[in-house]
């Protein structure tokens, strides 16, 4: 009997160490199927400004979950070397290639310019620049006070509506701290036909900014406000020129009598 128990024993020993050894297995294999899977992806090294150029020395590969992807994502830093950034980045920031400026477009200013728009700056003081509240990306219309040629009456019309700021001074993004600060330069990005208008305008009279709200994209009909309109008055007409007199037409009546002859002059009527 003794062989017997000790066989039994043996066998249920190795049931049970079997048993074991497939639970801890299948444990085992449920935990490494609930960690994320991980694929590598382009960040930023440090910390970085918009317009700076990107090199293999300020690039880092960084794993990132592939349960959680991410549109637009750089897999090789040689996608990204030679490219300028359009935003700042911080510190291991993946870089997305919307954050990427065209391959050839330059550095700095030139990246934020988008293919078929201009950039084109005016001059700015405190009351211009909306007392120093103008930043890069905030949204204004441009007004313009001139006189009429025709009327020589001063009036003020906005030109430009909706035009957005690219920069304030030589900055390219807005304070962190969001104070104000009165520049003496503002660019605007702007059709190469409104640029065009811009700089007529700033010939013709005094330019202001108008700021608005980032969101509000509506357009007003265009309008201008006359110096009578401000005390309640009517806008002067422009001045036509008067009518040139047109010359009298006439007509001639040649009377015959025996060897006379007569010649009278009569005016149409009108």
Not at 170 to 199: C, F, H, N, Y
Not at 209 to 216: H, I
Not at 256 to 261: A, L, P
């Given at each position: 009997m003794e062989p017997k128990r000790i066989a039994?024993?043996?066998?249920?020993?190795?049931?049970?160490a079997l048993g074991a050894t497939v639970f801890?297995?299948?444990?085992?294999?449920?935990?490494?199927?609930?960690?994320?899977?991980?694929?590598?992806?382009?960040?930023?090294a440090k910390p970085m400004e918009a317009g700076s150029l990107l090199s293999a020395e300020?690039?880092?590969?960084?794993?990132?979950?592939?349960?959680?992807?991410?549109?637009?994502?750089?897999l090789k830093t040689e996608d990204a070397v030679g490219r300028s950034l359009i935003y700042p980045v911080g510190d291991k920031q993946p870089i997305l290639t919307r954050y990427l400026a065209a391959p050839g477009s330059g550095i700095g200013l030139t990246t934020k310019i988008p293919p078929g728009m201009r950039a084109i700056s005016v001059r700015s003081n405190e009351v211009v620049g909306v007392a120093g509240f103008l930043y890069p990306g905030s949204h204004l219309d441009v007004l313009?006070?001139?006189?009429?040629?025709?009327?020589?009456?001063?009036?003020?019309?906005?030109?430009?509506?909706d035009v957005e700021v690219l920069?304030?001074?030589?900055?390219?993004?807005?304070?962190?701290?969001?104070?104000?600060?009165?520049?003496?330069?503002?660019?605007?990005?702007?059709?190469?036909?409104?640029?065009?208008?811009?700089?007529l305008a700033s010939q013709q009279g005094?330019?202001?900014?108008?700021?608005?709200?980032?969101?509000?994209?509506t357009k007003a009909e265009p309008f201008s406000v006359a110096m009578v309109q401000l005390t309640g008055g009517e806008p002067t007409k422009p001045l036509s020129a008067k009518p040139k007199a047109r010359p009298a037409n006439f007509y001639e009546v040649e009377t015959?009598?025996?060897?006379?002859?007569s010649t009278q002059k009569f005016q149409t009527p009108k």
């Open positions: 039994l024993a043996v066998g249920v020993a190795l049931v049970l801890l297995y299948r444990d085992l294999v449920a935990r490494r199927s609930a960690q994320p899977q991980l694929q590598k992806i382009v960040a930023a300020n690039l880092v590969l960084i794993d990132w979950p592939a349960s959680l992807p991410t549109e637009g994502t750089v313009l006070s001139f006189r009429r040629p025709e009327t020589q009456e001063m009036v003020t019309q906005i030109v430009l509506q920069t304030a001074g030589q900055r390219l993004e807005p304070d962190p701290q969001g104070k104000p600060e009165t520049v003496t330069v503002v660019t605007l990005l702007l059709t190469p036909q409104d640029s065009a208008k811009l700089a005094t330019i202001q900014f108008a700021l608005r709200n980032g969101a509000d994209s015959i009598s025996g060897d006379k002859r």
